[in-house]
């Protein structure tokens, strides 16, 4: 059948050539012009939500009588918010905003998101704890270092909780030979409550937390903690591959070449 009418058409025309296939498709009911009237209204109204958008184009047409918007006044919620993903909506309206810094005190807890930037001065502290995994009973060390001349001053309390680390924070930030300008740390809830927050109040310090997906801000005390800090898991148990008796021999004599007799 295919081959009678393939030769049928050489036949007729002298040359066979490729049907081009073309479907039946519905014509657009919003046109370009509407898109951009779109983009317009949420540029003026800075992008409300659908069914605001949707009220506002109703009485454009119904109560201004303005014509060109005759077919967006039907639309419904759902559609307009595909028409807002056209590329031509995206040309037209360009609307970025950047992400805002938290500040002290609102629902995330105290402290702002951000990197702090001491500019080559003393006193941004970093912070973490550690637990001290070459204690029977357990318990936590603090550690804080300094940004810019790299001074640490480590802490020791039996648990973490706003109780033990108050007098522990008072106590490492006095051992630093300059004013505490700056306090830095993760978002774990030992530092980041009312009773650190009033501190920091109390004595004028900026208090600052790291940001979601940037491991990177609070990384500088992080790398000290395995180097400076013997008891911490991260360079006691995973170095030795689990031998408990191989851990505390290591810390044994680290301890001792650090306190020779």
Same mark, same amino acid.
């Given at each position: ?42 540029? %003026? ?60 005190? %609102? ?55 706003? %109780? ?98």
């Amino acid at each position: 059948m295919l081959v009678t009418r393939l030769i049928a058409r050489y036949m007729a025309s002298g040359r066979v050539r490729v049907t081009v296939y073309r479907r039946r498709r519905f014509p657009p009911l919003y046109t370009r012009a509407d898109i951009e009237l779109l983009a317009s209204v949420d540029e %003026a109204h800075e992008t409300l939500s659908g069914p605001a958008t949707r009220r506002i184009l109703e009485r454009e047409h119904l109560l201004y009588k303005r014509p060109e918007y005759v077919r967006l006044a039907g639309i419904s919620v759902a559609h307009l918010y595909n028409l807002r993903k056209h590329s031509r909506y995206r040309e037209r309206l360009l609307n970025y905003t950047r992400t805002r810094p938290t500040a002290v005190g %609102a629902p995330s807890g105290p402290g702002e998101r951000r990197k702090p930037q001491p500019q080559g001065q003393p006193g941004f502290l970093r912070l973490d704890t550690v637990h001290q995994g070459d204690q029977p009973n357990g318990g936590e060390k603090g550690n804080a270092v300094d940004q810019v001349t790299q001074w640490e001053a480590v802490g020791s309390t039996r648990r973490i909780s706003e %109780a033990y680390l108050g007098p522990l924070l008072k106590h490492m930030m006095r051992q630093f030979p300059f004013r505490i300008l700056g306090f830095h740390t993760d978002k774990g809830s030992e530092f980041i409550n009312k009773t650190v927050a009033e501190l920091l109040e109390k004595l004028l310090i900026e208090q600052t937390k790291s940001r979601p997906r940037q491991s990177g801000d609070n990384g500088l005390v992080e790398t000290k903690n395995g180097a400076i800090i013997p008891g911490s898991p991260a360079t006691g148990l995973r170095r030795w591959g689990g031998h408990p008796q191989a851990y505390r021999l290591w810390i044994h004599r680290s301890q001792a070449r650090r306190c020779p007799q």
